[in-house]
């Protein structure tokens, strides 16, 4: 009997839970993640079982109007972000392959993003991607909770944003506004944080007290004008530079300021703190002890930077495109510098020793070199400078990591083990490598002159390698042009062959730039 209403009781249960709200609507409602669908103008993607994301617009949409809710196959949907976007040239350069030519930065200008649907397929007819439209006025709810990355990137047309009134906590994401036509930006209550480059060139910033994080490049070289609410205690803008509201990190400047006394309450200046700016000259406090990363890149009107006595590391690019930069005074404690921290820095004058451990890029690149000035102390045992080539020692290994600038004849000396750096020139004739040289990873480049390998096993050549002949327009017009010849010992052609690669033997051997003969 007992076991008869067990089993009656459990048929009744099973009932029961098909009749109870959700339960039986929730593989119906899992089946609608990942889902895209077009209602009006605008195109949605589903990422979750109650929330979508926007990630189109109509092609010829001029106000991209965003509701709060949206339904869909008669279910309703919360609208909670703008979707993020990807950077089309992601990864084509990081730290590591930095070459000399460009360093692993976006621009606060534009970028070109793209937006790549989860299930593969194309936009639908009349739609597309946010990130490029041709809009002019976007109309947000209050519903959001980000603006992805990249979203609005190249909407040149785009003049007005119009947020609600608050957010309960919304996050403006790298990038999101680059490339567009806004000129004035009051971001909302409830905004908790903008992200890297977020703003791109808009002149005039508003920010909230909500706002916790703003990222490095909010306030660049094209902000005019930045107001931050009073009840904001996270930030706060001084004399155009903006600190964190305690003053102890420098998070980024406005395009009016040449000359910058950073607080003496600073301990950390931001990465891209100055990148791209005006500044002329940067007095620093003695409480600082690292340039970070991109600090001070292709600030060309900088002339000096000061008060670096307290320093222990120069972080990658920090001083990248600084041409105008003659002196960063003496760097007693300075440990580290690392890879593309000087490249371009050629009025530069830089003091080095022992104590620094340098990257064998940080004054030059593998494609291109405009060299800093280089003193060293009498004696240092670990760089020194031999036929005008900056030659540092690591255990058994001698490597060449900078040139003198426009020299006609570059000799390496025996025993240089390795050539980090591009050598050579559009005026240089004749470089010499010696038997002694084990690896190559710079370009080498000639003005119809002569290239000569003394190694009868060739160097093991880096992937930035590449040997040019030098011509120049004039040259080529009047017939003057001639191939540069490549000179390497009696017995190693095949050798060499095989070492330059595919790649090489096609410049080398077929283009006719070169006369590749042994001695």
């Known amino acids: ?48 079982d109650s929330a979508v994301e926007v990630c189109g617009v109509g092609k010829k949409e001029k106000t991209l109007v965003i509701p709060g809710s949206v339904s869909y196959k008669g279910k309703e949907y919360t609208v909670v972000g703008i979707a993020n976007h990807n950077l089309l040239n992601a990864g084509t350069t990081t730290e590591m392959s930095a070459e000399g030519s460009d360093v692993d930065v976006e621009s606060m200008g534009y970028d070109w993003y793209t937006y790549a649907r989860t299930d593969g397929k194309s936009f639908p007819k009349g739609m597309r991607q946010i990130s490029g439209a041709v809009i002019e006025k976007v109309v947000l709810p209050s519903t959001l909770k980000y603006i992805g990355s990249g979203a609005f990137a190249g909407c040149d047309r785009l003049k007005e944003v119009q947020f609600a009134k608050s957010y309960r906590k919304l996050t403006v994401r790298k990038n999101a506004f680059c490339g567009t036509g806004i000129k004035s930006i009051s971001f909302p209550k409830g905004t908790y944080a903008i992200e890297e480059y977020a703003t791109g060139k808009i002149e005039n910033i508003t920010i909230p007290a909500s706002v916790k994080k703003i990222g490095p490049q909010v306030v ?29 990190m420098l998070v980024g400047i406005s395009g009016k300021v040449k000359k910058v006394k950073v607080s003496g309450k600073t301990t950390k200046i931001g990465k891209y703190a100055f990148a791209w700016s005006r500044v002329e000259s940067v007095a620093l406090n003695n409480k600082i002890n690292e340039i970070p990363k991109g600090a001070f890149l292709e600030c060309s009107k900088l002339k000096n930077v000061t008060g670096t006595e307290a320093l222990i590391k120069i972080s990658y690019g920090a001083f990248k495109g600084c041409y105008g930069l003659t002196t960063i005074g003496k760097l007693p404690k300075v440990k580290t510098v690392e890879r593309a921290a000087f490249w371009d820095c050629e009025k530069l004058t830089l003091e080095i020793s022992s104590e620094m451990d340098i990257d064998d ?110 011509n120049n327009k004039q040259e080529k017009k009047e017939g003057k042009a001639k191939p540069a010849e490549i000179i390497i010992p009696k017995g190693s052609m095949e050798a ?11 410049l080398i051997w077929e283009s006719g730039s070169f006369l590749v003969k042994e001695q």
Do not use: W
């Not at 003198?404 to 020139?425: C, H, L, R, S």
């Not at 003005?447 to 190694?455: F, N, P, R, S, V």
């Not at 060499?496 to 096609?506: H, N």
């Open 496 to 506: 060499y062959k095989k070492a330059f690669g595919e790649d090489l033997q096609y």
């Open 361 to 470: 890029n940080a004054l030059g690149g593998t494609q291109v070199g405009r060299y800093a000035n280089i003193i060293i102390p009498q004696g240092d045992t670990k760089y020194t400078v031999q036929n005008g080539l900056l030659i540092k020692t690591v255990g058994d290994s001698r490597i060449v990591i900078k040139q003198d600038d426009n020299m006609n004849k570059i000799e390496i000396p025996e025993g240089v083990t390795d050539v980090a750096v591009f050598v050579g020139g559009q005026t240089c004739e004749e470089i010499v490598f010696p038997a002694s040289l084990t690896q190559q990873r710079g370009a080498v480049r000639v003005h119809m002159g002569t290239i000569i390998y003394k190694g009868l096993v060739p160097p093991q050549f880096g992937k930035d390698f590449t040997i040019e002949n030098y």
């Open 1 to 48: 009997m007992k076991q008869q209403r067990r089993i009656i009781c459990l048929i009744l249960f099973m009932a029961l839970l098909t009749f109870l709200p959700g339960v039986g609507s929730l593989k119906s409602e899992a089946a609608s993640k990942g889902k895209y669908f077009t209602s009006g103008s605008v195109f949605y993607h589903t990422i979750s």
């Open 220 to 248: 660049n070289a094209d902000t005019k004008n930045v107001t931050i609410s009073k009840g904001n205690r996270k930030y706060k803008m001084k004399s155009g530079v903006l600190y964190t509201y305690d003053e102890k």
